[in-house]
């Protein structure tokens, strides 16, 4: 099985007005609605996912690279909020009016960003990391993932530098699939999917690790946004067997009762991988949520 994954229709980058380039990576119609992906943790515009839906449901799909990983080049001490500028000048630049958003693992915050910015229509969050460092968490995450929290709150400089000596395409490779459940492993490890993955974690870091430590810090600190000021619609996905100790602690619970326009699915059958599992479902949901 191939769940999905399918080469990009176009490849490109967009000028910044800083000079900066932006990697991103389009399937389906190129005159279709247009949805922006963030991808997961250290993962490039390469691994798409609904390569076999966007067409007949017309859409756009638009993986983009964050600075630093893969096609787009670095952003030193970036933050979500700067993320959210560079994303409001690729939107302008390629005409892509109001585009809806998914935010997969890592990604989740990132694609929070946009919509606390007002970018977007609707949001899928889909196994989407939570705001681990707010205290509503403060008993329930793993004690692994507590130390990594608050090394980023103690000293974000050093907690970077130690995400950067641990980051490479294999070392992420190894933590996903000794902390994914069988479930997962089974799509990972599939040998279509595999090299595909493979692929998308190798470009990510052809810079370096910089870009994954700084996503990393971004991602364990708290949002310089509240996502209780989030007013467009909200998706939250997540599969019931899913193990990974960076995704939501509560699987989206409370994530849920805070956005005014949430709606969580949890779903009994999936794991973490939902987003190449479940690709149909999450984008025909978040089409219907960003319809006028």
Not at 71 to 98: K, M, Q, V
Not at 184 to 211: I, K, M
């Amino acid at each position: 099985m191939v769940y999905g994954v399918q080469e990009p229709a176009r490849l490109g980058r967009t000028r910044l007005p800083d000079g900066r380039l932006l990697g991103w990576a389009e399937w389906g119609p190129a005159d279709g609605s247009p949805v922006l992906v963030c991808p997961g943790a250290g993962t490039s515009r390469w691994l798409g996912f609904g390569g076999d839906v966007v067409d007949s449901a017309g859409i756009r799909l638009i993986s983009v690279d964050r600075p630093g990983l893969g096609a787009s080049d670095p952003c030193p001490g970036r933050t979500l909020t700067s993320w959210a500028t560079d994303i409001r000048h690729l939107i302008e630049e390629r005409a892509l009016g109001t585009p809806s958003v998914v935010g997969f693992s890592q990604g989740a915050p990132f694609a929070l960003a946009l919509a606390a910015n007002g970018l977007v229509n609707a949001v899928a969050v889909v196994s989407g990391s939570d705001e681990l460092a707010h205290p509503r968490f403060a008993h329930s995450l793993s004690p692994q993932v507590r130390d990594l929290v608050d090394a980023v709150a103690a000293d974000p400089g050093t907690a970077e530098e130690s995400f950067a000596e641990f980051g490479s395409a294999d070392a992420l490779w190894e933590l996903i699939i000794m902390t994914s459940p069988e479930a997962d492993r089974a799509v990972y490890t599939d040998p279509d999917f595999q090299h595909a993955f493979r692929r998308a974690l190798d470009e990510a870091f052809s810079q370096g690790p910089a870009g994954y430590a700084r996503d990393t810090v971004l991602a364990m600190g708290r949002w310089p946004f509240d996502p209780a000021d989030i007013t467009v619609p909200v998706d939250l996905w997540y599969g019931q067997q899913d193990t990974s100790p960076v995704h939501s602690p509560d699987l989206g619970e409370s994530l849920t009762r805070i956005i005014p326009k949430a709606t969580r699915h949890l779903l009994a059958d999936a794991a973490g991988a939902l987003l190449w599992t479940h690709a149909e479902a999450i984008l025909c949901t978040l089409t219907t949520r960003s319809d006028p």
